[in-house]
């Protein structure tokens, strides 16, 4: 009863390192995001993709990657971390567009 | 492009008073809405989502939200604050046929004995 499983859920990088998050879920969602929470900004969308070897840039996906290679897992890398990417970050899946969002339990990222 | 705004940070209501958390929207046709709460330290959790029809919408813990077209807006509504209310409420858009999802801001709920 996994769900939406992130890992790692804490990491400190320092500026200019690159590290992958990875999203991986067990539901045969089509539809996975990434997010950003950062307080009083609320949630913004980072990459989301529709479904398998699909992938689309969301409201902030500047000095963001994904990949989408495996139907059940969505990855987001940061190829040169900036402080400005501490953050916590989400992962969701949802079964259509318009379907409730299954999300992950976070992963927090500090960049020094 | 698409918008929520929650104009209201943060909220402070006595427990058993009643809640309104306002939401609008931006978008030229009618979105799909969502309301989602967050408690500290946890992801997020459905509460209610509006696709169409009816535009007064029941979800779960007891809370509501209307649909009005005229005004953009998609506020959420309880007619009595339980304590464990107190979390952080999201409302989000998406566009129909699309595949993005946005949320708002957010609203912190704090509620006083």
């Known amino acids: 009863n996994a769900g939406v499983t992130q890992t790692p859920k804490f990491r400190v990088l320092k500026t200019g390192q690159s590290m992958t998050l990875l999203c991986a879920q067990d539901m045969n969602h089509e539809y996975m995001y990434w997010y950003r929470q950062d307080p009083g900004m609320g949630l913004r969308l980072i990459h989301y993709s529709v479904g398998e070897g699909t992938t689309a840039k969301g409201e902030v996906p500047d000095g963001y990657n994904v990949s989408r290679l495996k139907k059940q897992n969505f990855l987001l890398g940061l190829e040169s971390a900036a402080p400005s990417q501490t953050s916590v970050y989400f992962c969701a899946s949802s079964y259509r567009v318009a379907g409730e969002l299954f999300f992950g339990e976070g992963s927090r990222l500090t960049v020094l | ?113």
């Open chain 2, 1 to 113: 492009a698409q918008s929520v705004t929650q104009p209201d940070i943060h909220i402070t209501v006595s427990e058993g008073a009643s809640l309104e958390l306002r939401c609008n929207y931006s978008y030229g046709a009618t979105p799909y809405l969502f309301w989602y709460v967050q408690s500290p330290g946890q992801g997020l959790q459905l509460l209610l989502k509006y696709f169409s029809g009816d535009t007064l919408v029941q979800g779960i813990k007891g809370f509501e939200a209307e649909f009005k077209r005229s005004q953009s807006s998609f506020n959420l509504r309880k007619p009595s604050v339980h304590w464990s209310d107190a979390a952080e409420y999201f409302c989000a858009v998406a566009v129909q046929g699309g595949g993005k999802l946005i949320f708002g801001q957010g609203t912190e709920l704090s509620v006083k004995p």
